[in-house]
């Protein structure tokens, strides 16, 4: 019966809509018919009018319902969500009262309007605007009120919320920023250690440039002169051994390689070695130019400076710490570092009494230490040494600082020292190069190339370069 009615009821609306666009040809019947089409005509139109009203009633009960179904979750949603005490959302739970007092009185109303009797909805159908439309329109302006009065609450959240991360973020700032303050004086006291194990007294580095400085000046006052053999400049001089191919070949190698400069003076007795500049320039160069750090790291020593005699075994000592010192983060990994300091606490009780010490125990554990340090470098680093004056290397303590061969002063310091920078390039996993030079008048390094020559074909290169522009000799 339900479905029959609704059927009739339907049938009736469209009957109405059929009336309304045949008005014109109705106007004429009822005008031919009078006075009884005309009241026929109308009585037929009130009842399609009262089938349409009470059709479009249905359906508005029909359609709010189903909004207020839809609607009902996400309100369950806004409710649980939006429970804080604050203005906001005080009044969301009052909204959400009244959105549920709204839909109680169209539900009541709705009960109303179909449990009056037959002529009673009649009557109210033929109403433009009923009770129940009023009822209908609070419904859904109390659901849309609810709805924006959560825009504005996700808006306060929203806010809260990044003002909690901000928060947050400032938080795990100040814990990042404490977690490296100790771990940089962890570092520090790690480097404490190690040069007190090495022997060495670090000083800062700001103090160490400034010394290459100094030093820089100082050679170049002695040799800034124009030479009357060649007629060139102190300069052009420098700038012909930096244009030198066996320098050149010792740069851009992609290979480990010592290269040693020797250097003769045409003036005996001067003080320093006329090639130093090209080492040290290398040096304030690798400090100054920013494109040759990242995949690039440099350390030096200038022989000769200090008041105490400059043995081999404290210049691999310094530089060796000086590797840590650029590379400390390496050691915070405690397992990776496990041997090194093995190494280093042996290396300090040798060397604590050199009387009761053989010198190769004491070059074999600097050279497990350094070649130890310079595997903890990522792969693709290239590691540059430089070292001017080699030929004022000193023996460690218990052996002797020169041996005569052939009528010709050796020193056994330098040949230590240089042999070790040979080894270490060819066992090293790193790229290293290292760049010597030596005093010719001091030391002729040439004569022992053989004894100092690594493994790997090439690993070693003496040049020696003459003042005046002569060579004096080949490659070694």
């Known amino acids: 019966m339900g479905r029959a009615s609704k059927g009739i009821t339907n049938l009736a609306a469209s009957a109405n809509d059929i009336l309304q666009n045949i008005s014109p040809i109705l106007e004429l019947v009822r005008d031919f018919g009078a006075p ?10 009130f009842v399609f009018m009262v089938a349409k009203n009470r059709a479009r009633m249905e359906e508005q009960i029909t359609t709010t319902f189903s909004n207020i179904r839809d609607r009902l979750p ?25 959105a549920y007092n709204s839909f109680i009185g169209f539900c009541m109303e709705a009960f109303e309007f179909y449990t009056r009797g037959g002529l009673r909805r009649w009557f109210q159908a033929l109403q433009i605007n009923t009770y129940l439309d009023e009822q209908s329109a609070l419904v859904q302006k109390s659901i849309v009120d609810v709805r924006l009065l959560c825009e504005d ?29 100790l771990q940089e004086n962890t570092d520090k006291i790690n480097l404490e250690k190690i040069s007190k194990l090495l022997g060495v007294l670090p000083f800062p580095d700001d103090t160490r440039h400034f010394n290459l400085s100094r030093h820089q000046d100082n050679v ?37 390689r010592v290269l040693v400069m020797s250097g003769a003076n045409d003036n005996l007795s001067a003080r320093h070695c006329w090639v130093s500049p090209v080492a040290l320039n290398l040096a304030a160069r690798f400090r100054s130019d920013e494109s040759l750090k990242g995949s690039n790291l440099c350390v030096f ?8 005699d400059d043995t081999w075994d404290h210049v691999v000592s310094f530089l060796t710490y ?13 397992e990776q570092c496990r041997q090194l300091w093995a190494d280093l606490q042996a290396c300090s009780e040798l060397r604590a009494d050199p009387t009761e010490t053989k010198p190769d125990d004491v070059t074999e554990k600097l050279e497990r230490i350094a070649l130890g340090t310079l595997g903890m470098f990522e792969a693709g680093k290239t590691i540059w040494i430089i070292l001017d004056r080699v030929d004022r290397c000193h023996a460690m303590p218990g052996q002797s600082s020169k041996t005569t061969r052939k009528g010709r002063t050796t020193r056994k310091g330098g040949r230590s020292l240089l042999s070790m920078m040979v080894r270490l390039a060819g066992k090293s996993s790193a790229t290293v190069k290292v760049l010597a030079v030596v005093n010719r008048a001091d030391w002729h390094v040439e ?18 370069y003459r003042e005046n522009g002569e060579r004096l000799f080949g490659d070694l």
């Open 36 to 45: 009884y089409g005309g009241m026929a005509i109308g009585t037929i139109c």
């Open 74 to 98: 996400g309100i369950k949603v806004y409710q649980r969500i939006y429970a804080d005490d604050h203005e906001l959302d005080r009044e969301l739970q009052t909204k959400i009262v009244g």
């Open 153 to 181: 609450l996700l808006n306060k959240n929203v806010d809260t919320v990044k003002n909690e991360l901000r928060d947050v973020k400032a938080i795990n700032i100040g814990l990042e920023r404490q977690l490296s303050d």
């Open 220 to 256: 170049a006052a002695e040799f800034n002169w124009k030479n009357h053999y060649s007629g060139a400049t102190a300069e052009e001089r420098l700038q012909a051994v930096e244009n030198d191919s066996t320098y050149q070949d010792w740069l851009v190698c992609s290979q480990s």
């Open 301 to 308: 020593y200038l022989l000769g400076l200090r008041d105490e």
């Open 322 to 334: 000086r590797l840590l010192e650029l590379n400390k983060r390496a050691l915070r990994n405690e």
């Open 447 to 464: 004569d022992q190339a053989d004894e100092l020559g690594g493994e790997m074909a090439g690993s070693l290169v003496v040049r020696t």
